[in-house]
């Protein structure tokens, strides 16, 4: 009887602490310093676009120009995880935007989750995006190679080969929903390998302005249609 007791205590303290893992997100200084930004900008409408993701969206700068098209917003912030851009959804879709082109995940990779793991934490968006503002055309970005030789990327070692993985998840359950999927990931890695073409990398995580020119290339006929 004590012992199924005991029993019954820990599985109560690891629930909680599983739960608390869960609701871990901390807002850092430059997540909030760009939420901040965000608010000082005039408010999103529905005849905006909207580059929503981690440092990869943010270091863009201006899409607009990058897309040679009009009322393109840049809503991404570097580090930012999956939990992160749900928490700051609704500032975005309240006013229900034209479309989103999300790229999600590769952050949350380095949190040591399996690739089930940041699949579900990038669905939780999708399906928050879907369900918030159903009008709005959501366009879900695969995950970008990044190239390991480079040695800088520490918490990302060895995760090179994940990648596919999540992409897969992410292309068949859009498929599933009826949600377009760019699978920009042939297009990055090198081939015969998981890794980022070195032109296409300053570090071997984010983009050189040849990466960024040819996102952009891959994005236009996505762009027509809106």
């Known amino acids: 009887m004590l012992r199924r007791l005991i029993i019954l205590i ?30 000082s900008e005039d408010k999103i409408t529905s005849a905006d676009i909207i580059m929503l993701g981690n440092s990869l969206t943010e270091y ?45 995940g590769t952050n949350d990779v380095s949190h040591n989750l399996t690739t089930s793991q940041v699949f579900e934490r990038c669905r939780k968006v999708i399906d928050k995006i879907r369900t918030t503002s159903p009008d709005t055309k959501l366009f879900v970005q695969s995950l970008l190679p990044f190239n390991e030789s480079f040695g800088r990327w520490k918490l990302l070692e060895g995760k090179s080969g994940m990648i596919p993985g999540i992409n897969r ?20 890695v090198r081939k015969g390998t998981n890794q980022l073409r070195k032109e296409l990398t300053s570090d071997g995580l984010h983009l050189s302005p040849q990466g960024y020119k040819l996102w952009a290339f891959e994005l236009q006929r996505y762009l027509q249609a809106l």
């Open 10 to 39: 820990l599985s109560g303290f690891l629930a909680l602490s599983v739960m608390g893992q869960e609701a871990s997100f901390n807002a850092g200084e430059h997540y909030r310093k760009r939420m901040s930004r965000f608010a």
């Open 60 to 104: 863009a700068g201006n899409w607009s120009k990058l897309l040679r098209k009009r009322h393109v917003r840049n809503r991404g912030i570097a580090g930012d995880v999956a939990e992160g851009i749900s928490r700051r959804l609704e500032s975005i879709l309240t006013n229900h935007p034209k479309a989103i082109f999300l790229l999600v």
């Open 169 to 188: 998840l992410l292309a068949k359950y859009c498929h599933d929903h009826n949600i377009t999927f760019i699978d920009l990931y042939p297009k990055f």
